[in-house]
């Protein structure tokens, strides 16, 4: 079965300083991994995702994250942290159940602070 | 384009009621899904939906159910309220081209409680 794990419930980090928010996967076929943000009181916004290819996937608002395939790693970052990223962070991975999908089974959120 | 959008934004209900949630997808998008939100459990799959046909399903009781229309329009069900049912509901929208990975596009959620 497919999941997805967050090892840090909240990682805390000073504006401009660089950051980063864990995600490992677990999966018995090919790794399409999404990561979201979730501001209070709003839905989930895409950032970006891996299907295939480059290691280094870039996506909104400056972030990009990093594929590793041998330690099964998908680890979101940013050079330059702003007060504006603090929200929710969700790594997600695509179900593979066979058969066309578009489910996605999340990690358990990661809360980023940034601090003026 | 407008962004998914999804009826009511909060809604109180007693236990025992039952309640309908709506969802308008991006326009285009055919494929439509649905997740519970908790902050016991997380987010959840309940279901989804393309050209109107449930192609996928999460492990809820039977109490919950949808639907999808003609339009791409999506209703989500909850018959027989219980507490435990109090949570945020998102619905995501999707291309959904063969062989392709598309992201989801979430609604702002409909915050059910249930008292």
């Known amino acids: 079965a497919q999941s997805v794990a967050q090892p840090e419930d909240q990682v805390n980090v000073a504006e401009g300083n660089p950051l980063t928010v864990k995600c490992t996967y677990s999966?018995?076929?090919?790794?399409?991994l999404f990561w979201y943000v979730q501001y209070p009181n709003r839905g989930l916004q895409f950032l970006l995702k891996?299907?295939?290819?480059?290691?280094l996937v870039k996506g909104s608002y400056g972030f990009e994250a990093e594929f590793n395939k041998s330690q099964t790693s998908f680890h979101l970052k940013k050079p330059s942290a702003l007060v504006s990223d603090s929200a929710l962070y969700f790594c997600?991975?695509?179900?593979?159940?066979?058969?066309?999908?578009?489910?996605?089974?999340f990690g358990t959120g990661t809360l980023l602070a940034v601090q003026p | 384009k407008a962004g998914v959008t999804q009826t009511p934004r909060y809604l109180i209900k007693t236990r025992g009621q039952q309640v309908t949630l709506s969802c308008s997808p991006i326009?285009?998008?055919?494929?439509v899904s649905w997740y519970q939100q908790t902050p016991g459990q997380g987010l959840q799959f309940l279901f989804e939906?393309?050209?109107?046909?449930?192609?996928n399903k999460g492990n809820f009781p039977g109490r919950f159910s949808g639907r999808q229309f003609s339009n791409s329009r999506s209703e989500m069900n909850v018959s027989t309220l219980e507490l435990g049912d109090s949570a945020l509901y998102l619905c995501?929208?999707?291309?959904?081209?063969?062989?392709?990975?598309?992201?989801?596009?979430f609604g702002p959620g409909t915050r059910l409680t249930v008292t």
């Open positions: 326009s285009g998008h055919r494929s």
């Open positions: 939906y393309f050209s109107e046909t449930q192609r």
């Open positions: 995501a929208s999707s291309l959904a081209e063969a062989g392709g990975i598309y992201e989801q596009y």
């Open positions: 999966v018995s076929g090919n790794p399409y």
């Open positions: 891996y299907i295939t290819g480059d290691n």
């Open positions: 997600a991975v695509r179900d593979d159940i066979g058969g066309a999908t578009n489910k996605l089974i």
